[in-house]
């Protein structure tokens, strides 16, 4: 059988499907035909037929047999396709088909398709033609090789793992080969979001565990994900977990369990750690977390369209919940951000003072025996902040969703910013930003009240000079003419060169 280029997948899903139809789907099919019209009696003795011509199941059997030996044949074909992506993709598909009925030639076939991508010269091979640098065909390399983890973790996650462990091999890449040894417990943290980062094997871990969700083999991708509990609670890891929850609750809750006990027993397990885990029992919807810099951080949780197969996740069963104020009484408290460098101290108890500020009031519902322990401590970090951060982090800690029923000031974040900043040309700059919201909603008053703060001369001049020009903007839209454009135009021009831009 020779299947030619980019036409072979084709020829191969055809041969699967027969090749997959259960012996059962096909004495159906031949139940649910029309029944033949009745022969003529033969008047001599009628010849015997074979039983095995007769028999329904015997020639499903035949069948079946006949689609297996064209699986083979289409697998054995691919050696003589151009393309080494296509070789994979029909390779592993002919293997992931094949299982259930001849594991070992299965085997034989994923551990072919590996071999195309770390063959010498698979760098060269995987080039496209559209682009000839060695980044591209680095990607599709990546590409075939995920797909052959993702198809041997459906079958034998074991198997998976020993790809995953090959991954890079033959890959020129120092760095990159650096970075995916790197250990596992070193994780790096955002100094944005405060969150962990994981690490290269874990994103492949995931990505394939995602695959497998979409494919509805839960058990085997929450096995996959399970040694990325290792490096501790990162968003993308928790996405899956929330994910998973939506499919089988079971293994969803199994490794959300793991990740508490391992957060407890980790010496650097912080406050954005806790905060994190406290998503599925706090905020299914929102993400919150504190950057080194003081400032609260807010992420929607994206949700994939699964279709119709995923229901909506019931909440987390009372061990769960128990589990998790259990882990973040035990994080919180022990917690000691008064040592060290005035930054680092000063960020770790704003940390710490947020996060038990914001699971105060479910510890007081549901864990009430660390409520006063609890208080203790966010009193004496009372002392750590100034008035106006710890106002500002009282109001973030009711968030519990972005979705607001009420309309909100638009100038509130800038102005918040404002409140929190010290150095006078940052305040500067942000009252500019304040000035430019509000002159782009309309704001014409509170605008100039913003630009007369404004202590910098040029900086005043700009601040007006924007303001005229929004005006004459908003005008000139409502004339909806051209004169009056033309007109904004010209005054604009004026404006921007006007020593005094009030006037």
Avoid: C
């Avoid at 059997?61 to 296509?86: N, S």
């Avoid at 793992?161 to 943290?189: C, H, I, K, L, V």
């Amino acid at each position: 059988m020779n299947l030619p280029p980019r036409i072979s997948r084709f020829a191969l899903a055809s041969l699967l499907a027969v090749a997959l139809a259960p012996t059962d789907l096909l004495l159906a099919q031949e139940r649910a035909a029309p029944p033949a019209p009745p022969r003529p009696k033969p008047s001599a003795t009628p010849k015997q037929n074979p039983k095995g011509k007769r028999d329904p199941k015997a020639r499903a059997r035949r069948e079946q047999q006949l689609a297996l030996a064209a699986l083979l044949e289409a697998a054995e074909a691919a050696r003589t396709l151009e393309q080494p992506l296509d070789k994979v993709e029909v390779l592993a598909e002919a293997a992931d088909a094949l299982w259930p009925f001849d594991e070992q030639t299965a085997r034989s076939m994923l551990r072919r398709a590996w071999e195309v991508t770390t063959a010498p010269g698979a760098v060269e091979a995987f080039k496209p033609e559209e682009d000839e640098s060695e980044t591209g065909a680095r990607e599709l390399i990546y590409i075939a090789r995920q797909h052959v983890i993702t198809l041997a973790a459906r079958h034998d996650t074991r198997l998976a793992e020993s790809y995953m462990r090959e991954f890079t091999r033959g890959q020129d890449d120092a760095g990159e080969e650096a970075a995916d040894s790197a250990p596992a417990d070193n994780a790096a943290r955002s100094t944005r979001g405060g969150w962990r980062q994981p690490s290269p094997q874990s994103l492949r871990r995931l990505w394939t565990a995602h695959a497998l969700v979409s494919q509805g083999a839960y058990r085997n991708a929450a096995a996959i994900v399970a040694p990325a509990v290792n490096e501790g609670v990162n968003r993308p890891l928790l996405d899956f977990i929330l994910r998973l929850r939506a499919f089988d609750p079971r293994e969803a809750d199994a490794l959300y369990l793991r990740l508490l006990e391992r957060t407890r027993a980790d010496a650097e397990a912080d406050a954005n750690d806790v905060l994190l885990l406290s998503t599925p029992i706090v905020s299914p919807e929102l993400y919150a977390s504190i950057g080194a810099d003081g400032a609260t951080n807010f992420a929607t949780v994206m949700r994939r369209d699964d279709g119709a197969q995923a229901e909506e996740p019931s909440a987390p069963p009372l061990r769960l919940r128990r589990a998790f104020f259990d882990t973040a009484a035990a994080v919180l408290l022990r917690l000691t951000p008064f040592g060290g460098a005035a930054e680092s101290a000063r960020g770790a108890a704003t940390a710490s003072y947020f996060a038990i500020g914001r699971l105060l009031p479910f510890f007081d519902r549901e864990a009430p025996q660390y409520a006063p322990e609890l208080r203790a401590r966010m009193a004496a970090l009372v002392h750590e902040l100034d008035e106006a951060r710890r106002n500002a982090l009282s109001e973030q800690m009711r968030t519990r969703t972005l979705k607001s029923k009420n309309s909100t000031d638009p100038l509130r974040p800038a102005l918040e910013r404002l409140q929190d900043v010290s150095d006078e040309r940052e305040r500067e700059r942000l009252r500019f930003e304040a000035v430019a919201v509000a002159a782009e909603r309309k704001f014409w008053d509170r605008a100039r009240q913003l630009a007369g703060e404004i202590g910098d001369a040029e900086l005043r001049r700009a601040a007006f000079t924007l303001i005229a020009v929004q005006q004459l903007k908003s005008l000139a839209e409502a004339f909806k003419d051209e004169e009056a454009v033309d007109d904004f135009e010209r005054a604009a021009a004026f404006t921007r060169a006007a020593d005094a831009p009030q006037a």
